[in-house]
């Protein structure tokens, strides 16, 4: 098995431009997460998709946040319009769905924004 | 809302030795799940091991184990016989949810040193 894959792993850019992150979860993983995690805390909820639908967004993703999984397989997580306050390492993680398989998630290595 | 906290910042121990991480968690709901994962410098999470809040034993996965004391609402990582390899970041995180999306609220963590 391939874990999850992100990319890029790291992105620096101007505050006011757009970045997009893309996710590959774990083949035969139907559920999606985002995660971000700031410097010295832990990672956070931002959203979760089951197959191509979105189910569940924290109110830590502004309007400025998209998130998309078209055909229910890779996802990415758009951000408009960068504040410094972005910067952050954006986490993708996946799962399968049914007891059978376990409760638990499984991350990537993350992709590091900076914004400047 | 669920709350996890980590009391140690920083821990530093000697190879070979055991070491415990402590976690305290609040949460109003009957069934949860409680997490542990490893962060080394790469970023990603690691998942180490998983107790559901309704197992009466402590879970075990090699050198690692949960000891989960249900009425003090603590769910403590023991590592035994640390290696140099176990020196990273250690998130514990709780799930509100047994089955269904895994939307986990971590703890700040603690960065664990194992000197030779």
């Known amino acids: 098995d391939t874990g999850v894959s992100q990319d890029p792993r790291h992105k620096i850019t101007k505050r006011g431009q757009n970045v997009t992150f893309r996710c590959d979860p774990i083949s035969e993983h139907n559920r999606l997460y985002w995660y971000r995690q700031t410097l010295g805390q832990g990672p956070e909820f931002l959203t979760y998709f089951q197959n191509e639908a979105q189910l569940e967004k924290s109110r830590l993703l502004s309007d400025r946040f998209s998130a998309e999984r078209p055909k229910g397989s890779f996802s990415t997580l758009e951000i408009q319009r960068t504040e410094q306050g972005d910067s952050a390492m954006y986490l993708c993680a996946s799962s399968r769905q049914g007891a059978q398989f376990g409760n638990t998630i499984y991350f990537g290595e993350g992709s590091w924004l900076t914004v400047v | 809302a669920q709350k996890i906290t980590q009391t140690q910042p920083g821990m530093f121990v000697q190879e070979k030795e055991a070491v415990t991480l402590d976690c305290t968690y609040d949460t109003s709901d009957q069934s949860y799940g409680l997490f542990w994962y490893k962060q080394p410098s790469s970023g990603e999470m690691i998942f180490l091991i998983y107790?559901?809040?309704?197992?009466?034993q402590n879970a075990t996965e090699g050198r690692y184990s949960l000891n989960f004391q249900k009425a003090r609402k603590s769910a403590n990582l023991v590592i035994s016989a640390s290696q140099l390899g176990d020196s990273a970041m250690y998130f514990c995180a709780i799930n509100p949810r047994i089955q269904g999306a895994q939307k986990l609220v971590f703890g700040q963590g603690t960065r664990l040193t194992i000197n030779p």
């Open positions: 107790q559901g809040s309704y197992d009466e």
